[in-house]
């Protein structure tokens, strides 16, 4: 079965701390993974898609097929960085529906 | 280009009753597809429509049904409203299956 667990419902860092959203994954075959993002009264939107390996707003994610894990990471958080992150899969090319983690609440103080 | 937009924002029904909500994707984009937002299941895909064909499925009952016409605008429908449905029902649409999906704001139903 499809399934994504992100095991934190809510992360607090302070401001100037690394950052590290965990995600595991469970998919027979070879997934592609995302990151999406939810800011405060804003539409939840792509964050980044590990098969254009970018960086992102000075996130990036490593795809660890061993341990099944896509973490988001950041090295210094901001404060523009709170918001809601909901990691999600689908099968290689689209071809499946996207499968949502039920996502962590980062809160960055400052 | 203006992105994919909703349609009603917000709905208060009430149980037995039947509800559509309207998507209109991004200029150019064929695919539309509906998930179902609530506090404690998350993010729950309904189905998908590509150039007007259901591709793809999710584990809802046959009271929730969806379409697409020729211009790519996508309603869902739910009928016989339970209080369960209450929720944030959220449209996406992308240019093809392989492509990033872009997300509308949503329509929160309220089922009393």
């Known amino acids: 079965a499809q399934r994504v667990t992100q095991p934190e419902k809510l992360l607090s860092v302070f401001k100037g701390a690394p950052v590290e959203l965990k995600c595991n994954y469970s998919y027979s075959g070879s997934p592609e993974l995302f990151w999406y993002v939810q800011y405060s009264r804003q539409r939840l939107q792509l964050l980044l898609r590990h098969i254009s390996r970018e960086s992102i707003k000075g996130f990036t994610a490593d795809l660890n097929k061993g341990e099944t894990s896509f973490h988001l990471k950041k090295p210094f958080a901001q404060e523009e960085d709170s918001a809601m992150y909901y990691c999600?899969?689908?099968?290689?090319?689209?071809?499946?529906?996207?499968?949502f983690g039920k996502g962590t609440r980062l809160s960055v103080i400052a | 280009k203006a992105g994919v937009t909703q349609t009603p924002r917000y709905l208060i029904k009430t149980r037995g009753q039947q509800v559509t909500l309207s998507c209109s994707p991004i200029?150019?984009?064929?695919?539309v597809s509906w998930y179902q937002q609530t506090p404690g299941q998350g993010l729950q895909f309904l189905f998908e429509y590509f150039s007007e064909t259901q591709r793809n499925k999710g584990n809802f009952p046959g009271r929730f049904s969806g379409r697409q016409f020729s211009n790519s605008r996508s309603e869902m429908n739910v009928s016989t409203l339970e209080l369960g449905d209450s929720a944030l029902y959220l449209c996406?649409?992308?240019?093809?299956?392989?492509?990033?999906?872009?997300f509308g704001p949503g329509t929160r139903l309220t089922v009393l």
């Open positions: 999600a899969l689908s099968g290689h090319s689209g071809n499946t529906p996207l499968v």
């Open positions: 200029s150019g984009h064929r695919s």
């Open positions: 996406a649409s992308r240019q093809g299956m392989a492509d990033t999906q872009y």
